[in-house]
Structure formats: C-alpha cells, structure tokens
C-alpha cells in the first residue's frame, strides 16, 4: 500500500543550526512532492514544491531535495530560528488522483 | 484577495447528532478537498469535490458526506456522530484552469473547523 513516513515526529534543534527533516514514500511514483507548515490551531500554509527532474529547490533559508530512487525528500532550514518551530508536513498524489495525500508531521522546535 | 474561510471554527456537539461545516474557497477556485486532523492519524483525505463533482473519496464511513455548489462553495455533513469524529476539519482550494489536477496544484487551507463530540 502507498506509505509517507516522516521520520521523527519532533526534532528539537539549536537557533542558528541548520534543521533537515526526511521525507520517505513507498508505492508511490509522484511527479511533485510538497512541503507544508502548519501552526498549533491553524491549517497547512504551503511552502515549497519539487518536481521529479529537479533535484532541488531554494528559497530563502528553506531547501528541499527530492531523490526519486531513494524515494525521499529532505527539508533543510538553514540558520533556524525560535520563529521556524512549527510542524512540517510533505504531501504526494498518487497518479491519476484527485487526492493530495499528507506525512504525519515531524513538529520542530528550535530553542534560543 | 481573501483566503479560504470556513465556519463555524468551533462546536461542540453529542453522540447522534449531525452537523454541517461551511467552505468558501478562495475566488476563482474551483477545487475544494476536505481533510480530518486528528493527533493520532494526521492530516486525512476525506474527498475532493471540482465543478460540483465529487472526484476522489477517502477512507471514511457513509457517515461522511459532502457536496459543492456551482458557485464553488462546499459544505460536509457528519451524520450519526461518534466520540471518535472529534477532530479538526480542514477544508482547502486549489486554483486550476482545467479539469485536471496534478501534485502541481498547491491547497490553500482554511483556519478549520474544530468539532468535539461529547
């Protein structure tokens, strides 16, 4: 059966370190893989989106890698920050579907 | 442009009861998916609803329902509740020019709609 595994469900990381949190898939052959944040009470807010033939994708301190044969994608927040904790979400559609389907979260908290 | 809004953002109902949660979806969007969150399972994919058509079903009991109406707005509707629907539903858009949607279209979610069952 398709399976998203995020790895931790927290990571508790220094502020100024960078946070990298995984993202593995099984039985899936996506074309984008997703990332999300989402805040205590509040619903995703999306951030980065990465297609199969890219092999990564920045923006501002945020990078994502997508390896299609390892079947993972790694999230990094670079000189992280109090303000980064949140939980972090990856998201895939499997093909032919209409349904954006989520990992359980992996919650970070960077401590001053 | 405003955002995905849904009410009520919280009620608390009993066991057998049912109830009707509201999804105005960003304007101009035509996608409306609705998810479960609950701490246990995560963020699940209850369905998906495009030009009034319902195009993806997860999971879920018959207890379950949903419908979308021409102008794009959606409601979802839990019959007979259980303890076990108390959880936060979310509903979200995604803005698309055709019929079809890829893993390119992102969500755009709305606060959710925190229901307890007592």
């Known amino acids: 059966s398709q399976k998203i595994e995020q790895n931790s469900e927290a990571l508790n990381i220094q502020e100024g370190k960078t946070a990298t949190l995984t993202c593995n898939y099984t039985?899936?052959?996506?074309?984008?893989l997703q990332w999300y944040r989402q805040d205590p009470g509040r619903g995703p807010v999306f951030l980065l989106l990465?297609?199969?033939?890219?092999k990564e994708k920045r923006k501002e301190r945020l990078k994502v890698t997508f390896d299609t044969t390892l079947k993972q994608s790694l999230f990094h927040i670079t000189a992280s920050q109090p303000a980064d904790s949140a939980t972090y979400l990856c998201?895939?559609?499997?093909?032919?579907?209409?349904?954006?389907?989520f990992g359980k979260g992996t919650k970070l908290s960077v401590i001053p | 442009k405003a955002g995905v809004t849904q009410t009520p953002r919280y009620l608390i109902k009993t066991r057998g009861q049912q109830v009707t949660l509201s999804c105005s979806p960003i304007?101009?969007?035509?996608?409306v998916s609705w998810y479960q969150q609950t701490p246990g399972q995560g963020l699940q994919f209850l369905f998906e609803?495009?030009?009034?058509?319902?195009?993806n079903k997860g999971n879920f009991p018959g207890r379950f329902s949903g419908r979308q109406f021409s102008n794009s707005r959606s409601e979802m509707n839990v019959s007979t509740l259980e303890l076990g629907d108390s959880a936060l539903y979310l509903c979200?858009?995604?803005?698309?020019?055709?019929?079809?949607?890829?893993?390119?279209?992102?969500?755009?979610f709305g606060a959710g709609s925190r229901l307890t069952v007592l």
């Open positions: 998201a895939l559609m499997g093909a032919g579907s209409y349904q954006l389907t």
């Open positions: 039985n899936y052959s996506p074309a984008y």
């Open positions: 609803y495009f030009s009034e058509t319902q195009r």
């Open positions: 304007s101009g969007h035509r996608s």
């Open positions: 990465i297609r199969e033939n890219e």
């Open positions: 979200a858009s995604s803005g698309s020019a055709q019929s079809s949607f890829s893993g390119a279209n992102v969500l755009t």
